[in-house]
């Protein structure tokens, strides 16, 4: 308990320096049905395109499969959520520097773990993130595949979801599967298509399911665009060079930025947001302890 209070009071110290809250922060879900689609290449590109336009982007690596935003950033990072709690490190040791200024932070599918803590560590957690609640402009979350209680936690936790899928009727299909659930707890659901042949082939995706989420779920799916199939991306993983970065001129950069322009006009247009960073992560805590019992 001392050692906690020992803590508490290091990461007040610290939130003493810090900025003011920024409360413009938004929040976005990147989530799929089916794994492979591209889901993690997406959070961390979109996260730098963001960047290139002046936004402060915190990249959340929520992600329990294999490739993870370390394999695609070449970043390893130390520590992760947990050692907040287990060897007092604060949130900014954790946060990692990663390309273009962008700030990851490593090892949020462990929060899963933190259902049962006390109140006493739940305070130092949410210290700890307000500390950071001046740092950032958007939050991007890099889930894994799937519709698993873990992933509908950081899905309600956003304010907007982006739901990724190949024109694949499998990956469609999940899709969709994921749509109907995420709908009911998130407002805004965004699409993107990836790997596709050509605009004709992504345009027929996004038919497909806007028209069937029309007409089952009465809902309006937000189509951000499309990237296409681009070997260049393969080539940039091998790397570990985010494709953003690594071929900037190429056919899925300049996919990116369509993609990048109208999901920042749709935010622009969106009625303002008053969370922070700690605000995201109460929301966030509290449907875990809730739903602990269900797991
Ligand atoms: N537009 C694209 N063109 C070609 N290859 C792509 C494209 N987007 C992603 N890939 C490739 O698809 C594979 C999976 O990408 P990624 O790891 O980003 O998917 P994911 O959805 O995060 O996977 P998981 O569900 O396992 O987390 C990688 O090998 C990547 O190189
Ligand atoms: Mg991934």
Redesign the pocket.
Known sequence: MYEQALKLRKIMEQKKSSSKPNKNLWVYCVA?G?????????SVNLGLALQNLGKKVLLIDA?L????ID??TGLYPKYNLSHVLSIGKSIQDIIVDGPKGISVLPGASGLYELANITNAQLEILIESFKSISGDFDIIII?T??GISKNVIGFIQSADEVIV?TTPEPSSVTDAYALIKVAHKHCDKINLIV??TENYKEAQFTMEKLTKAAKKFLNIDINYLGF?????S??KA?MEQIPFFIKYPEGL?SKCLINITSKLVYGQQSSIENRVTVDGWFKKLISFIKTNVGAM
């Open positions: 799929s089916k794994g492979g689609v591209g889901k993690t290449n997406l992600d499969g294999l490739a993870n394999v695609v890099d894994s595949a990724v990836n790997k990237i296409l199939e681009d070997k991306i393969h993983n899925a």
